[in-house]
Every structure is written in C-alpha cells, then in structure tokens.
C-alpha cells in the first residue's frame, strides 16, 4: 500500500563500489524504501548510515551491524 506514495522521479541511487549500489525511493509524506544491493563476490562496507526496518534480505546478507554487507547479498529497508 506504500508504493503508491513514492515520490515519483525522486530516487536516488549511490555506487558503493564495484558491484554494489544503493537506492532510495523517498514518500510524499516522509520515511522511504531503500534497496542496497552487493553484486559482487567480495564483502562490502558501506559508508552510509542505513535506516528502518528490514523488509527482507537475502540469507546471510549480514546487514544486521549496519554497515557490512556480504557478497552476492541484498536487502530491502523501510523508513517510515
């Protein structure tokens, strides 16, 4: 039901580094969905301070620290 509020043309994205990428979709009304994703097959950190709620993550990703995110991984956030 959130995916309606998405800010239309306001997503921005960030390279992590090679093979890794971050995405935002803000809410009209605040809070937002972000996608961090490691294509790669090495560990990456992330500079990036990430919040909300996990929504999902691939098994082993590791995002629970906050700022590692394991090779091949990705994991979905919500902000409210």
Known sequence: PRIEN????????????????????????GGDLTLVANFSHQEM????????RVLFETPGAALGNRNRLAPLAVAWLFNE
Request: aromatic letters at 10%; proline letters at 3%.
């Open 45 to 52: 950190s992330i500079s990036q301070e990430l919040h909300g």
């Open 6 to 29: 998405i800010a239309s043309g306001e997503a921005r994205f960030q390279v992590l580094g090679q093979g890794a990428i971050l995405v935002r979709w803000p809410f009209r009304n």
